[in-house]
């Protein structure tokens, strides 16, 4: 079994009016709602290329698409892995290191989920997006969505 190396993206997918897209995990309870989450492949794959990527598996959408624009927030979140995932790290390993990203993509962009990874999605205003999240470090950047979301649009600050 190859180890997950305990380096992930949170890609907060938005539209330029705020609506955020939350995904349903396959492998946990019927409320877990969450943005884009995923590991890094290798230790030397940039974190920008692990949130392009882990989008595209999750929900097919191209990062580089016309209309979308991925911007890194500069943040990261330091969490203990829940309990039920360790064993897909490395003996010892408890804690993982996630770094934000923000997606603006337009209204309307079509979503096809891994059917492996998730079951449903939904868009929804940010701040009711916030309170759907499980994981507090998602709900978190829901809530910062609207500091950076204009970078994100090309909308002056």
Same mark, same amino acid.
């Given at each position: 079994?190859?180890?997950?190396?305990?380096?992930?993206?949170?890609?907060?997918?938005? =539209? %330029? *009016?705020? $609506? &955020?897209?939350?995904?349903?995990?396959? +492998? !946990?309870? @019927?409320?877990?709602?969450?943005?884009?989450?995923?590991?890094?492949?290798?230790?030397?794959?940039?974190?920008?290329? =692990? %949130? *392009?990527? $882990? &989008?595209?598996?999750?929900?097919?959408? +191209? !990062?580089? @698409?016309?209309?979308?624009?991925?911007?890194?927030?500069?943040?990261?979140?330091?969490?203990?892995?829940?309990?039920?995932?360790?064993?897909?790290?490395?003996?010892?390993?408890?804690?993982?290191?996630?770094?934000?990203?923000?997606?603006?993509?337009?209204?309307?962009?079509?979503?096809?989920?891994?059917?492996?990874?998730?079951?449903?999605?939904?868009?929804?205003?940010?701040?009711?997006?916030?309170?759907?999240?499980?994981?507090?470090?998602?709900?978190?950047?829901?809530?910062?969505?609207?500091?950076?979301?204009?970078?994100?649009?090309?909308?002056?600050?």
């Amino acid at each position: 079994m190859r180890f997950k190396i305990p380096q992930s993206v949170l890609v907060v997918i938005h =539209t %330029a *009016a705020l $609506e &955020v897209l939350l995904i349903r995990r396959a +492998d !946990a309870s @019927a409320a877990f709602w969450q943005g884009v989450t995923g590991s890094k492949d290798a230790e030397d794959e940039p974190f920008s290329a =692990t %949130a *392009a990527r $882990e &989008v595209a598996e999750e929900t097919g959408i +191209d !990062a580089d @698409a016309p209309g979308c624009t991925l911007t890194d927030w500069e943040l990261e979140n330091v969490y203990d892995i829940y309990p039920q995932w360790l064993f897909r790290y490395a003996p010892g390993v408890t804690r993982n290191v996630e770094h934000v990203f923000g997606l603006c993509v337009p209204e309307g962009t079509p979503i096809t989920l891994n059917p492996r990874e998730h079951t449903d999605h939904r868009w929804l205003p940010w701040r009711e997006a916030a309170d759907w999240c499980y994981s507090p470090s998602n709900a978190e950047a829901c809530l910062l969505l609207p500091r950076f979301a204009s970078i994100g649009a090309g909308i002056p600050s």
